[in-house]
């Protein structure tokens, strides 16, 4: 009778607890069927890790979450106007793809809530929407601090480059050419290869760029099983033996595919904010827990991280604002707001409302028959590239 009287007395306290606990209502927009599913999984798991490394006490954070499967934009401003009228959502997360951020900016404006972008890295969408604060990154983060190193650091003095034929590829190409010419080096050709929707079959890009001799072929695709590709065809072509060297960023070497990737990825040269292997004691907490809850082979990548720090943003807005997430308040908090992150420190631009952060420059190696990516160099305190230097349409 006693332990019933225990037991009877600890579920009245949870429920009191409960019931204390004001809601906070997040409006999660992510591709969760289709071939963007992983990348969604990822953020979403990020999402979970950061509120059980670091609940929010007195708030209970209710996700209501739509599949935005189709990169085109239409099903985006849809399903966010029914989550702003509906669902009464305090707060919008997610975008993995640029076009439905780009076709989100209006009614997210309208809607005037804070909108966290935690993947989706063409440049400008920040300046699309005064409620946009990003946690992921923008293209010209990685391209431009690459394309100095690759004509500096790598000696470069020729470059193909090869690109997904969408707003985030023409990103990345701009602000790698920009750079490596500016650098001294000179790109001798540009390859559009296909969108986001679908793998194309990447042979007859990569065997144009090999025509060409380029001294490194610089290759950008969205992340999952187009990087998958990128590998094996360059592999299969025998690109290194002809003397090319494939870079890029990260997303070429994403952390949950990279294993599957075989010897072919041995010597991969990338530019990014967050790999797996970084060593910092953040990163090392946060790999052991997901690892704990996801099994010992599962593995974060930077869309994890995207979503694990703008969860971390929400919940400093949560309690900026005291859980009344008014949108001019919340954005107040987060102008200038500093997080200890797994990818390093990271500072929300006071100006532009981006991110501020680390790249690292990393190399494919095979260590104790693992691929692991080994960190060369770290440029800090990396702003995006785009709107530091008033470049069109970042002006």
């Known amino acids: 009778m006693v332990r019933t009287l225990v037991l009877a007395g600890a579920f009245a306290s949870a429920a009191s607890l409960a019931q204390a606990q004001q809601e906070v209502r997040v409006g999660v927009i992510l591709?969760?069927?289709?071939?963007?599913?992983?990348?969604?999984?990822?953020?979403?798991?990020?999402?979970?890790?950061?509120?059980?490394?670091?609940?929010?006490?007195?708030?209970?954070?209710?996700?209501?979450k739509r599949d935005v499967k189709d990169p085109g934009g239409g099903n985006a401003r849809n399903v966010i106007q029914e989550l702003l009228t509906q669902d009464k959502v305090d707060v919008l997360a997610g975008w993995v793809y640029s076009p439905n951020a780009i076709a989100s900016a209006p009614v997210v404006n309208a809607g005037k809530k804070l909108a966290v972008i935690m993947n989706a890295g063409t440049a400008h969408i920040t300046q699309m929407s005064n409620y946009y604060v990003r946690t992921s990154f923008s293209m010209w983060h990685a391209g431009y601090a690459m394309g100095e190193t690759a004509a500096k650091n790598?000696?470069?003095?020729?470059?193909?480059?090869?690109?997904?034929?969408?707003?985030?590829?023409?990103?990345?190409?701009?602000?790698?050419?920009?750079?490596?010419?500016?650098?001294?080096?000179?790109?001798?050709?540009?390859?559009?290869?296909?969108?986001?929707?679908?793998?194309?079959?990447?042979?007859?890009?990569?065997?144009?760029?090999?025509?060409?001799?380029?001294?490194?072929?610089?290759?950008?695709?969205?992340?999952?099983?187009?990087?998958?590709?990128?590998?094996?065809?360059?592999?299969?072509?025998?690109?290194?033996?002809?003397?090319?060297?494939?870079?890029?960023?990260?997303?070429?070497?994403?952390?949950?595919?990279?294993?599957?990737?075989?010897?072919?990825a041995i010597g991969l040269i990338t530019m990014h904010h967050y790999h797996a292997d970084l060593t910092n004691a953040e990163n090392q907490r946060f790999i052991a827990s997901w690892k704990k809850d996801y099994g010992a082979e599962s593995t974060p990548d930077f869309m994890a991280v995207g979503g694990y720090d703008g969860m971390a943003a929400i919940a400093h807005a949560i309690e900026a604002t005291k859980g009344k997430l008014d949108a001019e308040q919340a954005l107040k908090s987060l102008r200038g707001w500093k997080f200890a992150s797994p990818r390093g420190p990271i500072l929300i631009d006071p100006d532009t409302r981006d991110i501020v952060m680390n790249e690292y420059l990393s190399e494919v190696v095979m260590k104790n028959e693992r691929l692991y990516q080994n960190t060369i160099a770290t440029v800090e305190n990396v702003k995006d590239a785009c709107k530091a230097l008033k470049i069109p349409p970042c002006k």
Do not use: W
């Not at 670091?54 to 209501?64: A, L, Q, R, S």
């Not at 701009?174 to 290869?193: L, N, T, W, Y």
């Not at 002809?242 to 990737?261: C, E, H, R, S, Y």
């Open 31 to 64: 591709p969760y069927t289709g071939v963007g599913a992983e990348l969604a999984q990822q953020i979403d798991r990020g999402m979970e890790q950061y509120l059980k490394l670091n609940p929010v006490k007195g708030y209970k954070v209710t996700f209501f």
């Open 154 to 264: 790598l000696k470069a003095k020729t470059a193909v480059v090869g690109y997904a034929d969408f707003p985030p590829g023409k990103d990345m190409l701009a602000s790698f050419k920009r750079a490596f010419e500016a650098s001294g080096g000179k790109v001798i050709d540009e390859i559009p290869m296909g969108g986001p929707a679908a793998v194309p079959d990447y042979t007859p890009f990569f065997q144009r760029a090999k025509d060409k001799k380029p001294d490194v072929f610089f290759v950008f695709v969205p992340a999952g099983d187009h990087s998958s590709a990128v590998v094996r065809t360059y592999g299969a072509l025998g690109m290194r033996q002809a003397g090319i060297k494939l870079i890029g960023p990260g997303d070429v070497t994403q952390d949950n595919k990279l294993q599957a990737m075989g010897k072919a």
